[in-house]
Nanobody, 116 residues
Framework: QVQLVESGGGLVEPGKSLTISCVGS????????IDWYRQFPGKGREFVAS???????NYAEFVEGRFTISRDNARNLAYLQMNNLKPEDTAEYYC??????????WGQGTQVTVSS
């Protein structure tokens, strides 16, 4: 059974940091690109960051150097480290695993709330 499970979300004050995680199972994690998306209430999901199987990353413009995506293929884990969080970063964060000509998988999301 394929699963992607996010964790690590929560309430954090503006300017603070938070790292969220995503663990995969039931598929060959190391062969898949891992993306993070986020979704605001009543809106569609927006791309945040991506890391390919070799560890090469790219980011949405709004990240502005504040977030770092990484992965540990040996443990089937991906991370999104978020620094200098802003209230506008408040959203549900999702990880997805995909590869060309293959299936794509989504987790159930983890809520990040940035508020004082």
């Amino acid at each position: 059974q394929v699963q992607l499970v996010e964790s690590g979300g929560g309430l954090v004050e503006p300017g603070k940091s938070l790292t969220i995680s995503c663990v995969g199972s039931g598929f060959t994690f190391s062969q898949y690109v891992i993306d993070w998306y986020r979704q605001f209430p009543g809106k569609g999901r927006e791309f945040v960051a991506s890391v390919n199987p070799f560890g090469n990353a790219n980011y949405a413009e709004f990240v502005e150097g504040r977030f770092t995506i990484s992965r540990d293929n040996a443990r089937n884990l991906a991370y999104l480290q978020m620094n200098n969080l802003k209230p506008e970063d408040t959203a549900e964060y999702y990880c997805t695993a995909w590869k060309e000509l293959g299936d794509d998988y989504w987790g159930q999301g983890t809520q990040v709330t940035v508020s004082s």
